[in-house]
């Protein structure tokens, strides 16, 4: 049976892990740093047979970090599965363990269960031959992705699983060379995916290049991808290249590819099997070296069936699909993209960053999103405008969240987010007063057209007090 080797320089991770060890019936060695584990490795061997065959590899390590020993071990003919393990369960750290040959990725804190079915999967599942395991290329560390005009790349931000899984598949996805369509609704960052599987890839260095099919009149189009030659039609004073021709070299991404009309479709199938391009009015193809990366929030497996997209086309283009979760999935990040988007604007608009509130994170949560991750940042980006302070409150927060928008749970599990953690200021239960109040007495003004008479009767108060409860609440009345 192969061994488990455990890489970690906190001796209590490596005790619950060789504790998890132990439940799957698997033998295992520790190691406190890489070139300790260098020594179990030599000592013990690697191979189908015995030896090490899993290791379970911390990140930041004494002296070499992780990486650096999951790279000499991906170039390994004999290479034992390797596990990345790392509190910093962000994008870049689960991109460039796959990358690098990763099998799998663990964020700190542990979801034990899941740990020892990897353990059993790859420690104790169907012998492999060397030969028959899957390529693995060892890559090197990446400097922080930029865009070709110097600006950095916005990280993707999350720590939902089905983020995770999404980092995960970007790292196995960008080192190749296959065509990726992105699936996912409107505002879920499929533009962001993109350029994350360009930066990290071996194009990186070429140019991303971005087309909306949904922008493009019909008549427009052909041209507008491939380019069209002098005199090609009324208008075509001289030659010019479309954008597969200018994405040479990089990654060509294709928005709203469900967009694009039948009748093109079937030249854009030749493109991507033959690997070149006829300019309108052009007399002889042209071969382009471009990655395509496609994006639908479109049910095109269903648009196949209505006749609205080519089959064919749908199994090229679908060579390597990933659905982006929505925001209502991803109870996990809201508050961490919250806090992202108030850091980040705060400093573009105040010079410095502001913090969230706890009694907003119950209101935060309790929203479903249905223009999900850019809805968030809007929302956000409209409350600094008139901000007074630097701290976002609840009561800050809840005037801009439509109140038809709750989850299923509905108003009971929305106040029990308020007895949950650290108290709030000014105690739970004010907390929660000012979370209901600023929504419920828009939403009444929103009914009566702004008429504060008709309102106020609407909540069974009178026009005086509501008019203090405004006041107090930062409500502005209609205009």
Known sequence: MRKVLIVDDEPS????????????????????????????????GTGRHGGIGLVLLDVRLPGDDGFTLLSELSGRSDSPFVVVMTAEDTMRSAVEAMKRGAADYLGKPFDLPRVERIIRDLAIGPEVDPDERPERTATRATEPERRRDGAPIESLIGRSPAMVDVFKEIGRVARTEMTVTLMGESGTGKELVARAVHANSPRARGPFITVNM???????????????????????????PGKFELASGGTLFLDEIGEMPVELQAKLLRVLQEREIDRVGGSR?????????AATNADLARSVEDGRFRRDLFYRLAVVPIRLPPLRERDHDVILLARHFATKYGEQLRGRPLTLARDTEPLLLAHTWPGNVRELQNVIQRVLLSLPGNRITARDIGPLLPAGAVRERGLTGFVE??????????GRYQAALAAVEAPLISAAMD???????????LLGMNRNTLRERMRALGLKPKD
């Open 447 to 457: 009914r009566t057209k702004g008429n504060q008479l008709k309102a106020a009767e």
């Open 214 to 240: 949904a922008a493009i009149p019909r008549d427009l189009m052909e041209s507008e991808l491939y380019g069209h030659e002098r005199g090609a039609f009324t208008g075509a004073a001289e030659r010019r």
């Open 285 to 293: 193809p042209l071969p382009v070296d471009v990655r395509i990366v």
């Open 13 to 44: 991770v490596r005790f619950v892990l060789a504790r998890t060890c132990e439940r799957a019936g698997v033998p295992h060695v520790e190691a406190g740093s890489a070139e300790a584990a260098r020594e179990e490795l030599t000592r013990h």
């Open 417 to 426: 987010g308020f007895l949950e953690g650290p108290e709030p200021e000014g």
